[in-house]
């Protein structure tokens, strides 16, 4: 079963705007991941946020993190077509397999 | 540096055919992860390894066997191809366990079984 829900499933906006996508999860987490993908190809990580952090910042990214409400939110900064992308939360928990679950996604498309 | 590696990129089977599929990495990561991904599923974990000689079952297994036998290689086995096993197959490595740092992906391999 899958541990993090990211809403909203597609996401479209226009370069320069910014976008924003959330990730709900069930369980208590040590840390939060996030990763993109591009079209075709595999995921790349984008951040890390740990259970004690609330906020994170990496270039264009800012991500938050309210363990209270089991919830976590990306904002891309400024976006550019190049950050066109399927965008996914990643959960890690110590029960269970010890690995990562991921969401299902969101899609984001950034026109020029 | 060349990261992770997965072969073939695309393979078309019929049913009941096997195939293995290979996933190799450079980086000396102890972790490796086999993982499918299909629409409007995400990635679902299939088994994975956290050393050399270790593997272990994830949430999806049935299917598919795997063996570590180098450190550097993870291999995903279907021994009897089903209609249902079509999908894209991602392989990943990370240093430590998943849930502590991030993880590196291959490319995916496209599987497709008719």
């Known amino acids: 079963s899958q541990q993090g829900e990211e809403d909203p499933q597609a996401l479209s906006i226009q370069e320069g705007e910014n976008a924003t996508m959330n990730c709900s999860y069930k369980t208590s987490i040590n840390n939060l991941q996030w990763y993109r993908q591009n079209s075709g190809r595999g995921l790349v990580h984008l951040i890390l946020?740990?259970?004690?952090?609330r906020e994170k910042h990496s270039g264009r990214l800012r991500v938050t993190l309210d363990t209270s409400k089991k919830s976590s939110s990306l904002l891309i900064t400024a976006s550019r077509a190049a950050d066109t992308a399927s965008y996914f939360c990643?959960?890690?928990?110590?029960?269970?397999?010890?690995?990562?679950?991921f969401g299902k996604g969101t899609m984001l498309l950034v026109s020029p | 540096n060349a990261g992770v590696t997965q072969t073939p990129k695309f393979r078309v089977l019929k049913t009941g055919q096997s195939m293995t599929l290979l996933c190799a990495q450079d980086?000396?990561?102890?972790?490796m992860y086999w993982y499918r991904q299909d629409p409007g599923m995400g990635l679902r974990l299939i088994h994975y390894?956290?050393?050399?000689?270790?593997?272990a079952k994830g949430e999806v297994p049935d299917g598919y066997n795997v063996s570590r036998l180098k450190k550097q290689n993870f291999l995903l086995g279907l021994e009897s191809a089903a209609p249902s096993q079509t999908s894209v197959y991602f392989c990943a490595s990370s240093y430590e366990r998943g849930l502590d740092t991030e993880a590196f992906f291959g490319q995916g391999t496209r599987l497709t079984v008719v």
């Open positions: 946020i740990r259970s004690n952090e």
């Open positions: 990643a959960t890690g928990a110590n029960s269970g397999y010890s690995t990562l679950t």
């Open positions: 980086m000396n990561h102890e972790y």
């Open positions: 390894s956290v050393g050399e000689g270790t593997t």
